[in-house]
Nanobody, 124 residues
Framework: QVQLVESGGGLVQAGGSLRLSCAASGRTFGNYAMGWFRQAPGKEREFVAAISRSGGSTHYADSVKGRFTISRDNAKNTVYLQMNSLKPEDTAVYYC?????????????????WGQGTQVTVSS
């Protein structure tokens, strides 16, 4: 079992930056692949980025590639999402998730644990 708590969301102007953090409980954080997803009002939850157990492999949605960076610090039980060049269409609730299988998947249903989410609003 792992509990996830996101932080770092807020209101930012288009072109600005935010860094989201996701702190995990437990001593087995390094066994999980981690992912970031987002959900805008009236839309399905969508994949943003994922990272392998060691951090050596990362994957991004095309819509954020080159602007967002996922990273992790296993000593701090934390995964990050650095978001640069933000656009109004990035506005959503952002969730982090943990995958027990250790596979950095793009699929929502493959993740076992989810945080409560943090709101990101980008104004034009």
């Amino acid at each position: 079992q792992v509990q996830l708590v996101e932080s770092g969301g807020g209101l930012v102007q288009a072109g600005g930056s935010l860094r989201l953090s996701c702190a995990a409980s437990g001593r087995t954080f390094g066994n999980y692949a981690m992912g970031w997803f987002r959900q805008a009002p009236g839309k399905e939850r969508e994949f943003v980025a994922a990272i392998s157990r060691s951090g050596g492999s990362t994957h991004y949605a095309d819509s954020v590639k080159g602007r967002f960076t996922i990273s992790r610090d296993n000593a701090k039980n934390t995964v990050y999402l650095q978001m640069n060049s933000l656009k109004p269409e990035d506005t959503a609730v952002y969730y982090c998730a943990a995958d027990r299988a250790g596979v950095p998947s793009r699929r929502v249903y493959e993740y076992d644990y989810w945080g409560q989410g943090t709101q990101v609003t980008v104004s034009s």
